[in-house]
């Protein structure tokens, strides 16, 4: 049997390349993987629903079922903000910001997207938990408020996220590269499966809702028009593909190369994803691969967010493709 790293023993790895790290993040990525073993147990299950009873009703152990997002929120908050390693937490499902117990002792940040895409579910389609992890901006976790929330993605001392599809994958990043592991069932554990994780300079997919074209500004239907003609030296056109999951698109593109876009729209003036649970924590890994991730005019790690709950544009993928792209949005080609 070949060498089988788990991703306690990589976390673990990592931890011992800082010499003096106290542990304290190997701690919370652990917490991470472990929560995500919970949702993914809920997740495997969803098809059952018409027979273990629908969301908002009442099963037949006589519990009351959730639906899936809600389930998946819960289960993390409770997973994670127990071990007082947090001082505050966001969550895509909640409103305001939590304080978990024992915040009193937490040095870190979380702001998670339990089931990014959880429409999806009914259709038997890949979904994922995406988080973020910052410090604390202050000394002391009893201060700690919505501002330590709102820091740059810059910031961010780890990421990544979690893919319920056909196997059940975690990809994470602490700054020092993006590595994947594939969920095995039979042991109840993350395995080491992707070490590494490049994506292409350039790639041969892009993935974005075409459906939205009349709402697409004209510098994106530019862009569109331009990765459909044909171009040997670049590989146009471009195949598309969308799953309209964003881990699931993000994923397939990190590992063949592509660009995905959810650009502003007359709908969605700002785009519809949200900067700190989704853009920020994918832009790190992208970063990390060797992509790039942007709004169309600046980088996305560098926006100073005002707000929780905030959205923007994303292009986020290999790095020339991106590059194009933000020159098509910025008037410039
Ligand atoms: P959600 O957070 O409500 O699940 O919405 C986010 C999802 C992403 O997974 C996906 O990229 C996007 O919405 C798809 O939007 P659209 O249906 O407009 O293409
Ligand atoms: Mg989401």
Not at 17 to 31: C, I, K
Not at 284 to 301: N, Y
Request: some cysteine; overall charge negative; hydrophobic content about 35%.
């Amino acid at each position: 049997m070949n060498n089988l790293i788990t991703i306690e023993r990589h976390f673990l790895e990592q931890q011992m390349q800082h010499p003096g790290a106290s542990g304290s993040l190997t701690a919370v990525l652990n917490d991470v993987a472990f929560a995500s073993k919970l949702v993914r147990r809920e997740v495997v299950r969803a098809g059952l629903v018409d027979i273990l009873g629908m969301a908002g009703t009442t099963n037949v152990q006589g519990e009351e079922v959730k639906k899936l997002d809600l389930f998946a929120n819960e289960r993390i908050i409770n997973a994670i903000g127990q071990h007082g390693r947090f001082a505050i937490m966001g969550s895509e499902e909640n409103e305001e910001t939590i304080i978990p117990p024992k915040s009193e002792t937490g040095k870190y940040v979380l702001l998670f997207d339990p089931l990014d895409g959880s429409s999806n579910i009914d259709v038997n389609v890949s979904v994922g938990t995406i988080f973020s992890i910052y410090r604390i901006t202050g000394d002391s976790p009893e201060d700690a408020s919505l501002q330590d929330c709102l820091q740059k993605g810059l910031k961010q001392v780890a990421a990544g996220y979690v893919i319920y599809g056909s196997s059940v994958m975690m990809v994470y990043t602490t700054g020092n590269g993006v590595h994947g592991f594939t969920y095995d069932p039979t042991i109840g554990e993350f395995l080491l499966s992707h070490e590494n994780i490049t994506i292409p300079e350039r790639g041969k997919y892009y993935s974005m809702n075409e459906g939205s074209w009349h709402q697409f500004n004209q510098t994106t239907k530019n862009y569109i028009d331009y990765i459909k003609e044909e171009d040997k030296a670049t590989g146009r056109p471009y195949s598309t593909r969308y799953i309209g999951s964003l881990v699931a698109d993000f994923h397939r593109n990190l590992l063949t190369g592509g660009i995905f876009i959810y650009p502003a729209t007359k709908k969605h003036a700002n785009g519809k994803l949200r900067l700190m649970y989704e853009a920020n924590p994918l832009a790190f890994i992208c970063e990390q691969a060797g992509g790039k991730a942007s709004d169309g005019k600046q980088r996305i790690l560098d926006i100073d967010p005002a707000e929780l709950h905030q959205r923007t544009p994303l292009y986020i993928g290999s790095k020339e493709d991106v590059t194009v792209a933000e020159k098509f949005e910025q008037g410039l080609r």
